[in-house]
């Protein structure tokens, strides 16, 4: 089992930067991949950025890549996901998930199996 605790969002007007942090707890947090979805409302949860248990590898949904990064601490139980020039179409609530799947499914929520509640960003124009 693995608990995790987002932080970090806010009301920010657009062009702004945000860090979100995800804090985990219980079984071993270095094991897990990690992934950042998103749902704004009405729409469909969508991946957004994932790293791999090492740190090694990662990846980002076309919307966000060249302002988001994704980040882990594996000494901390934190994973982070650094946003810079955000956008009015960036709001939505984002959630921290983290799972074992094999690395092809982290664009899916399938491929996860543990889930924050989430934190809400929110991009004025």
């Known amino acids: 089992q693995v608990q995790l605790v987002e932080s970090g969002g806010g009301l920010v007007q657009a062009g702004d930067s945000l860090r979100l942090s995800c804090a985990a707890s219980g079984s071993i947090f270095s094991m897990y991949d990690m992934g950042w979805f998103r749902q704004a409302p009405g729409k469909e949860r969508e991946f957004v950025a994932a790293?791999?248990?090492?740190?090694?590898?990662?990846d980002y949904a076309d919307s966000v890549k060249g302002r988001v990064t994704i980040s882990r601490d594996n000494a901390k139980n934190t994973v982070y996901l650094q946003m810079n020039s955000l956008k009015p179409e960036d709001t939505a609530v984002y959630y921290c998930?983290?799972?074992?799947?094999?690395?092809?499914?982290?664009?899916?929520?399938?491929?996860?199996?543990?889930w924050g509640q989430g934190t809400q960003v929110t991009v004025s124009s």
């Open positions: 998930s983290a799972g074992r799947a094999r690395w092809s499914f982290r664009y899916s929520p399938l491929g996860y199996s543990y």
């Open positions: 790293i791999t248990w090492t740190g090694g590898s990662t």
